[in-house]
């Protein structure tokens, strides 16, 4: 079977997944894919991983993190409060939830087309797509 997933060249990814399995899978998936990765296993974490990064000059290619977390920090939460700090990282965010629990944690019509959203559970070629598809979208803006 030819494996068609899309794969990256070393773009740093911040991962932020408080389920420890979930967030291991996805590591491992896309360090397959040829991406370096942090991980963080909540907002504020994924904060101070951003910061430690900042000031040692290294610039994360792309945020990808958990809707629904712990903590009073969720994924659109912390999306705001990245590009508050570092306004050109991107974000993309995943979730298991449907889009009605998307909007009710605030993500309105606007945010749903400009923020990727892709569904748990995912596959790797899904994944791989996703995360091409917004590091190429970077690199066109």
């Given at each position: 079977?030819?494996?068609t997933?899309?794969r990256?060249n070393?773009?740093?990814?911040?991962v932020?997944?408080?389920?420890?399995?979930?967030r291991?899978?996805?590591?491992?998936?896309?360090?397959?894919?040829?991406y370096?990765?942090?991980e963080?296993?909540?907002?504020?974490?994924a904060?101070?991983v951003?910061s430690?990064l900042?000031e040692?000059?290294?610039?994360?290619?792309l945020?990808?993190s958990?809707?629904?977390?712990?903590?009073?920090m969720n994924?659109?939460?912390?999306?705001?409060?990245i590009?508050?700090k570092?306004?050109t990282t991107?974000?993309?965010?995943?979730s298991?939830?449907?889009?009605?629990?998307?909007?009710?944690?605030?993500?309105?019509?606007?945010?749903l087309?400009?923020?990727?959203?892709?569904?748990?559970p995912?596959?790797?070629?899904?994944l791989?797509?996703?995360i091409a598809?917004?590091?190429v979208?970077?690199?066109?803006?």
């Open positions: 079977m030819e494996d997933a899309k990256g070393f773009e740093k990814i911040l932020v997944e408080d389920d420890e399995d979930v291991r899978i996805t590591v491992r998936l896309l360090l397959g894919l040829n370096d990765v942090v963080a296993t909540d907002g504020p974490a904060l101070r951003l430690e900042d040692a000059a290294v610039k994360v290619d945020a990808f958990d809707v629904v977390m712990p903590f009073g994924g659109i939460d912390l999306s705001i409060a590009w508050g570092y306004p991107p974000v993309m965010l995943t298991g939830y449907p889009e009605k629990v998307l909007r009710e944690a605030g993500l309105g019509e606007e945010d087309r400009q923020i990727k959203v892709i569904r748990k995912y596959s790797r070629k899904t791989s797509e996703a598809s917004a590091l979208k970077i690199d066109q803006d």
